[in-house]
């Protein structure tokens, strides 16, 4: 605390806010000592360093914008023309270095693919004698499937044109909490990117409108609400929610989407702090990849202890969650807010005790992507 | 004279940030580095970096109480884009084989105060990312956006002004140690 007393002194002691009679009273303080003296120094040079850092931040900015708004309406050339002094087959070649890597990797899984289908004609050919009632078998089954298929295509197609999946800027993880109202839980810095839609995507890859009904970026913790009529709703939510600190070393699994299917990932609870000891958090020894932020954070119990936040930038395998008592502190928020919001969280865990796959495979369909732009 | 009194009002202009200053000197200087860049083994995005480089480094010099511009803004613009670009071809062993401007004025002391502040910056930098959230946000939303602490405190969920400034500090003392860290590791 006496840092930060000193770090406000220090800072309005350079933008000269202080009064003439703080003022010199600083003055003399700085004079008779000297650690005083060093550490005014040292926070003089960091202050100014921010300062300056922040103006050219600020700057850069306006560089950017105008620098795009001048090429856009052609006011500065930005032709792609090809540079004196390279053949023009070198310089095609920087141009497109980049689209040229992605169709070799393209190109790689194509042939993958291409080479399976050649092996399976090859062993649909050895058991000649066999491949007509598999066939057949595979007809029937098309044809059911074809079917199937189709009814479900009708009952998509019945209640309004389809759509058209969104563009999304951005996936992150959010689960729910309230099946009966459709509250779900993910981090303040993913609905903090949806500026315009906020999209809540099940395993199915089947897309809902959402809105965010209330933020805490301290907490790093958002509330979202399905408000698509499309939505079915599901079952009361398997897990429950723990409003409690959990210990140290407790096992954990967590479910997210760091990439477009749902993965799950193991791990242990390692301190009880965050970053830099912030209370809101906890410390997890796990792996969560871009795209996790928003994963429910499991015990044995089947009880959501944490919900995952961040992880630290030199050290993948640390992890931090926001505590799950956060996610109370956040709906009685909510509902300060707006009387109107009444979630409902479930204090009873249905999925104790069950062997860990059939957790998996209940609490698999609480968990969204969560999508925008 | 008359052309002077221009190029220093802009200047004024471009320390201030403000949009109509960044623009003029963009319309006016764009095409010019851009053609020495590109005629100088260059691609289009090297010129928009070399003349993005420049521009902060005129807004540093623009921004210090002693700085007197000594020739033309122009001939600045050109000096300092020439040398990056010219530093940027030395580090792959290459060297300019065009050059249009006659008069190139001596900006190396600039530049190597530039380089410092540079450093600093990256320092800066650097220390933001690791600090988490809801630090970086809100030293941002206080020192780069310069929004006012009740604007911070309602839109980071504090209930008051006070609460806010008290977690600035904290995220100060937190960013400070981050920095000072980063420093002795250079």
Redesign the interface.
């Known amino acids: 605390m006496k ?3 000193l ?2 002194a220090v ?1 309005r002691y350079l933008s000269k806010e202080m009064s003439t009679e703080e003022f010199s009273y600083f003055e003399e303080l700085r004079k008779n000592n000297a650690d005083l003296d060093l550490a005014v120094v ?2 003089s040079h ?1 202050l100014n ?12 900015k ?2 950017h ?3 795009l ?2 090429k856009l309406n052609g ?4 032709s ?2 090809v ?4 053949s023009p087959i070198v310089a095609m070649f ?2 497109y270095k980049r689209t040229i890597a992605v169709a070799a990797c393209i190109a790689g899984l194509v042939s993958i693919l291409l080479s399976t289908a050649v092996t399976s004609i090859g062993t649909s050919d050895k058991n000649a004698s066999l491949t007509p009632l598999f066939v057949k078998l595979e007809e029937q089954d098309k044809k059911t499937k074809n079917l199937q298929a189709k009814v479900i295509a009708l009952e998509a197609a019945t209640p309004e044109v389809a759509r058209t999946p969104i563009t999304s800027k951005f996936r992150a993880t959010g689960f729910m909490i309230d099946a009966s109202s459709n509250y779900i839980i993910t981090n ?2 993913v609905t903090n990117q949806a500026k315009n839609q906020l999209i809540v995507e099940n395993n199915k890859g089947e897309q809902y409108t959402a809105e965010v009904v209330y ?4 907490d ?1 913790i958002a509330v979202v609400k399905i408000i698509d009529e499309r939505f079915k709703k599901l079952a009361t939510v398997p897990y429950s929610i723990k409003n409690k600190n959990t210990p140290l070393g407790q096992q954990i699994f967590l479910l997210g989407f760091p990439k477009q299917e749902i993965v799950y990932t193991e791990g242990y609870v390692s301190a009880s702090n965050g ?2 000891m ?1 209370t809101s958090f906890c410390q997890l020894v796990t792996t969560a990849n871009v795209g996790n932020s928003g994963s429910p954070v499991i015990n044995q119990q089947g009880e959501v202890v944490g919900v995952i ?2 992880r630290e ?1 030199n050290d993948a395998s640390t992890v ?1 969650a926001t505590k799950s008592a956060n996610i109370y502190r956040a709906i009685q ?1 909510a509902r300060k807010n707006d009387t109107s919001t009444n979630v409902k969280l479930s204090s009873v865990s249905k999925i104790k005790g069950l062997s860990r796959e059939s957790q998996i495979a209940k609490v698999s369909d609480y968990v969204f992507m969560i999508k925008g732009n | 004279m008359e052309k002077l009194e221009k190029d220093v009002a802009l200047l004024k202009g471009l320390a201030a940030n403000h949009a109509s200053s960044i623009e003029h000197i963009y319309k006016e200087n764009y095409n010019m580095i851009r053609q020495l860049v590109m005629t100088n083994s260059g691609s289009e995005d090297d010129a928009a970096d070399v003349f993005q480089d420049t521009m902060v480094v005129l807004f540093e010099k623009a921004g210090s109480a002693d700085f007197e511009l000594q020739c033309q803004l122009k001939t600045y613009i050109y000096s300092v884009s020439r040398r990056l670009w010219l530093k940027k071809l030395q580090q792959h062993g290459r060297y300019f084989k065009v050059d249009t401007m006659e008069e190139t004025a001596d900006v190396e002391e600039d530049l190597e105060e530039h380089q410092q502040m540079q450093s600093n910056f990256v320092l800066m930098e650097a220390s933001m990312q690791k600090i988490g959230e809801p630090c970086k946000g809100l030293l941002e939303a206080y020192y780069i956006q310069k929004k006012q602490m009740q604007e911070i405190a309602i839109e980071f969920g504090y209930t008051n002004a006070d609460n806010a400034k008290t977690q600035k500090y904290k995220c100060l003392v937190r960013l400070k140690k981050l920095f000072f860290a980063e420093y002795k590791t250079l």
């Open positions: 840092e930060e007393l770090m406000d800072e040292e926070q960091f360093s921010l300062g300056k850092y922040a103006d050219q931040k600020r700057f850069k306006s560089l914008d105008i620098e708004k001048l006011t500065i050339e930005s792609k023309v540079p004196m002094g390279q920087t141009k303040a810095h933020v805490n970026k301290v790093d970053f830099d912030d936040s961040s930038t931090f928020q």
